[in-house]
């Protein structure tokens, strides 16, 4: 069974940065896509940022690009997405999620989520 865990949420002002951080237990996810989502309050949970089993390839919404950068570290099977330059619209829960399958980005694995508040 995959198990993720987020952490590095937390309150910060507009302009400011923050680096989430993924760690997964139960399997190795070098050869699995991985990504990360987003649910802000009264809305539903939205793509934000997905990178490849090889860290080669990555992609972003365009609400965050430029802004966000998302990098994994398969020797410690964690993934992480550096967050530059919040604002209060970055405000949400942000989900990591991890493919149930190699070689694809069939999200079958999620976090419990870690709040992200970006005051004006």
């Known amino acids: 069974q995959v198990q993720l865990v987020e952490s590095g949420g937390g309150l910060v002002q507009a302009g400011g940065s923050l680096r989430l951080s993924c760690a997964a237990s139960?399997?190795?996810?070098?050869?699995?896509?991985m990504g990360w989502f987003r649910q802000a309050p009264g809305k539903e949970r939205v793509f934000v940022a997905r990178?490849?089993?090889?860290?080669?390839?990555?992609y972003y919404a365009d609400s965050v690009k430029g802004r966000f950068t998302i990098s994994r570290d398969n020797a410690k099977n964690t993934v992480y997405l550096q967050m530059n330059s919040l604002k209060p619209e970055d405000t949400a829960v942000y989900y990591c999620?991890?493919?149930?399958?190699?070689?694809?980005?069939?999200?079958?694995?999620w976090g419990q989520g870690t709040q992200v508040t970006v005051s004006s």
């Open positions: 990178i490849g089993w090889s860290g080669g390839s990555t």
């Open positions: 139960g399997r190795t996810l070098s050869t699995y896509g």
């Open positions: 999620a991890a493919a149930s399958r190699s070689f694809s980005y069939d999200y079958g694995y």
